[in-house]
């Protein structure tokens, strides 16, 4: 039987070899041991490499030696689960070890970064890092697009303690922690003025992504620069004052406010230039510089 690729390079990625990996799926499929002779013709792996596969594959624990009455050596795998188990345990103490001994030898940053990120999925990915990487508050701006590829990483925060501040442009989203949703201008509107959908994370007033995405295209950067991380905060905050301000006054006179106020009219003409701005950002390889709120006890 021929390894599926997919769980052959999964293999590879937990430390074993192609090789190792191919022979381990032949021996568990096989239900039965298996000399070096069938294992090389079940797994595709070369004869003459096959017997020092199997002794690596036995010295780490994934394979059994069996002996015969006539001293024929066969070979039965660790039972898959007990295997992932094994490698779990071995990657959690070593991660665990890393954990402690690594930051002891950092010395103190003496350059912050500022590095662009380019597509939806390198943004994603990055904003991860940093909703994981959060210990003690989380400042999120955020739409319902990508709040959905962030959600469980922002619960697991919530789940450690960490405070999560979050503006959401969704209606009746589950965030955990406080989350605000912006009602003083409609999520379209806002989408006009900008031209994408903004977006904001910060953990720990330490580091931060910022971005815009405009269908499933996206730009933006990443900072632990002390002052854009500032910014980014300040940003969250003064959108979610405004909005918690906007509940206290009459909605009619709020809203002609917004509309007929020549200052606030000013500010707001320069349609599309988020969007702009970013792009041209993302593009160029070079670094950058009314709502009714709705408050959720910590989920446990």
Request: one cysteine or more; glycine letters at 8%; proline letters at 5%.
């Amino acid at each position: 039987m021929t390894a599926p690729d997919g769980v052959v390079a999964q293999l590879q990625e937990l430390g074993m070899s192609m090789y190792e990996a191919k022979a381990y799926l032949a021996l568990v499929a096989a239900g039965e041991p298996l000399n070096g002779y069938e294992v090389a013709k079940r797994s595709g792996v070369p004869r003459s490499t096959v017997y020092e596969t199997l002794g690596k594959l036995t010295a780490s624990g994934a394979t059994y030696e069996v002996r015969t009455d006539d001293d024929t050596v066969t070979y039965l795998p660790l039972p898959p689960a007990s295997l992932l188990d094994r490698l779990r345990r071995r990657f959690e103490s070593t991660l665990g070890s890393l954990r402690a001994a690594l930051p002891a030898i950092v010395p103190p940053s003496r350059v912050h970064l500022i590095h662009n990120l380019t597509g939806r999925d390198a943004l994603l990915e990055r904003a991860g890092d940093v909703v994981a990487g959060a210990r003690h508050d989380l400042f999120l701006s955020t739409w319902p697009q990508e709040n959905v590829d962030l959600e469980q990483l922002v619960r697991e925060a919530d789940a450690r303690g960490v405070a999560v501040t979050t503006l959401t442009y969704g209606e009746d989203e589950e965030i955990p922690g406080h989350t605000y949703s912006h009602r003083l201008s409609p999520p379209a509107v806002v989408l006009e003025n900008l031209g994408c959908r903004l977006f904001v994370a910060v953990a720990d007033r330490r580091e931060c992504v910022i971005g815009g995405f405009v269908g499933d295209d996206a730009w933006g950067i990443f900072s632990d620069n002390p002052a854009v991380v500032m910014v980014a905060v300040e940003y969250v905050r003064h959108d979610i004052a405004m909005q918690l301000m906007a509940e206290h006054f009459p909605a009619d006179e709020v809203a002609a406010f917004w509309t007929d106020d020549v200052d606030l009219a000013r500010l707001r003409s320069d349609h599309g230039f988020a969007a702009t701005a970013l792009r041209a950002g993302g593009s160029d390889g070079e670094s950058r510089p009314g709502g009714r709120r709705r408050r959720r006890g910590r989920s446990a």
